[in-house]
Nanobody
Framework: VQLQASGGGLVQAGGSLRLSCVPSGRTFSRSIMGWFRQAPGKEREFVAAINWNGGNTRYRDSVKGRFTISRDNAKNTVSLQMNSLKPEDTALYYC?????????????????WGQGTLVTVSS
């Protein structure tokens, strides 16, 4: 089972990026899908998550109004649209999945992880 994350890159402050996560090895159409990030020297932190049908989402406070998580179960893809990026958003972004109904926010609650995609926001 793999979660392939992509879409990271270098962008100026105020710019946008769209991250994508494509699972393989099994279907996650009924799973919680989440995004986490980890900056150098810092702990991994929750960014956003979405339930199986997209009807429920959660965001960390610092990205509310700027980031939008979505999923397309037909295409087996989860996306994170990131707008108005700030230098403090710079981190390695990870896609994660958990087979549950209620959205968790702790990294330890997620059982499946991708390899990460690097987002760098310059000032």
């Amino acid at each position: 089972v793999q979660l392939q994350a992509s879409g990271g890159g270098l962008v100026q402050a105020g710019g946008s990026l769209r991250l994508s996560c494509v699972p393989s090895g099994r279907t996650f159409s009924r799973s919680i899908m989440g995004w986490f990030r980890q900056a150098p020297g810092k702990e991994r932190e929750f960014v956003a998550a979405i339930n199986w049908n997209g009807g429920n989402t959660r965001y960390r406070d610092s990205v509310k109004g700027r980031f939008t998580i979505s999923r397309d179960n037909a295409k087996n893809t989860v996306s994170l649209q990131m707008n108005s990026l700030k230098p403090e958003d710079t981190a390695l972004y990870y896609c994660a999945a958990k087979d549950t109904i209620i959205i968790p926010t702790a990294p330890s609650d997620y059982g499946y992880w991708g390899q990460g995609t690097l987002v760098t926001v310059s000032s």
